[in-house]
T-cell receptor, first 111, second 112 residues
Framework: AQSVTQLDSQVPVFEEAPVELRCNYS??????LFWYVQYPNQGLQLLLK??????LVKGINGFEAEFNKSQTSFHLRKPSVHISDTAEYFC?????????FGQGTELSVKP | SAVISQKPSRDICQRGTSLTIQCQVD?????MFWYRQQPGQSLTLIAT?????????ESGFVIDKFPISRPNLTFSTLTVSNMSPEDSSIYLC?????????FGQGTRLTVV
């Protein structure tokens, strides 16, 4: 069965520092990969997605992610974070029309 | 894209009662999905709701506890029945295109 592992449950970081949120998935077939963000008391918002093509995907709010098939990873990065990036981030994989989510990573940006 | 309106946004309910959550989409969709997000946890798919047929439940979820209605292509409800404190969670509805999922704002349920 498909699974998604987010390696860090919490990531504290200072404002303007770079950040990487790690995500690994298990699949032997082609998958679609997603990163969603959940701000406090909000629903989920799509940050970016990988469907095919270029392995470097750019999303909203300055985030990007790199699909690495050999390492089955889809890590999310931002070169300089803001206080407003404080939120829960979920990596997800889609296969056969179903979304499977990772456990989530709480990004906490401090001044 | 799709805009999803979900209500109520939050509720506090007595144990043993039931709560029905509504989800309205601004376009016609074949499938709607209901997720549960327990405190500090990720999202878990409860069931898939197709218009005109019975919902398909994931392992660990049953129709008696989470009955779902899908009367048309833009609307669905999820009922949390005979609630206990363990049902305290955020419940989200979702619709998916071939390449993206869209979520409602969620219903934050607290059972006391």
């Amino acid at each position: 069965a498909q699974s998604v592992t987010q390696l860090d449950s919490q990531v504290p970081v200072f404002e303007e520092a770079p950040v990487e949120l790690r995500c690994n998935y298990s699949s032997s077939v082609s998958v679609y990969l997603f990163w969603y963000v959940q701000y406090p008391n909000q629903g989920l918002q799509l940050l970016l997605k990988y469907l095919s093509g270029s392995t470097l995907v750019k999303g909203i709010n300055g985030f990007e992610a790199e699909f690495n098939k050999s390492q089955t990873s889809f890590h999310l990065r931002k070169p300089s974070v803001h206080i407003s990036d404080t939120a829960e981030y979920f990596c997800a994989v889609s296969q056969g029309g179903k979304l499977i989510f990772g456990q989530g990573t709480e990004l906490s940006v401090k001044p | 894209s799709a805009v999803i309106s979900q209500k109520p946004s939050r509720d506090i309910c007595q144990r043993g009662t039931s709560l029905t959550i509504q989800c309205q989409v601004d376009s016609q969709v074949t499938m709607m999905f209901w997720y549960r997000q327990q405190p500090g946890q990720s999202l878990t798919l409860i069931a898939t709701a197709n218009q005109g047929s019975e919902a398909t439940y994931e392992s660990g979820f049953v129709i008696d506890k989470f009955p779902i209605s899908r009367p048309n292509l833009t609307f669905s409800t999820l009922t949390v029945s005979n609630m206990s404190p363990e049902d305290s969670s955020i419940y989200l509805c979702s619709v998916e295109t071939s390449t993206e999922a869209f979520f409602g704002q969620g219903t934050r349920l607290t059972v006391v």
